[in-house]
């Protein structure tokens, strides 16, 4: 005798949206106010299209810009564009090999699925991938 159909099959649960974070970076060409800015709205346009989000799925931001960038901050870029969220700046920490002109941003989004990380210009994870020993 065969056996019986196993159990029923449930139905994929409906997709929960839920609070994630996905990180992105992009090197600034200069550091002068105007440069920052534009490096700032491409980043974050660049991280909500790449990653199928609407702006309003954009709880808060978290900026860090590497040392040599003073000229101005990332949050106040985006706040001149209208943008009303909390964001926060903080320097980088200076470590060796570390890129030049770089702004990098931690963002807090409202998601139903995995979220990938944006990378533009010369910009990369913090730190390579350690490979196991």
């Known amino acids: 005798m065969s056996p019986g159909p196993g159990p029923a099959a449930q139905p994929a649960a409906p997709a929960v949206p839920a ?6 970076a992009i090197t600034v060409a200069e550091d002068t106010p105007r440069q920052i800015a534009a ?6 346009g660049e991280l909500l299209v790449r990653n199928g989000l609407e702006r309003d799925a954009v709880i808060s931001l978290m900026f860090t810009c590497s040392p040599d960038l003073t000229s101005d901050t990332p949050a106040l870029a985006l706040r001149e564009e209208g943008w009303d969220v909390p964001a926060l700046c903080a320097a980088d920490t200076a470590w060796s090999g570390a890129p ?7 963002a807090h989004v409202t998601s139903c699925g995995p979220l990938a990380p944006v990378y533009l210009g010369d910009s990369a994870p913090t730190r390579p991938a350690q490979s196991p020993a």
């Open 39 to 44: 490096a700032t709205r491409r980043l974050v």
């Open 19 to 24: 609070v994630r974070a996905v990180r992105g």
């Open 100 to 106: 030049a002109r770089t702004v990098r941003v931690l």
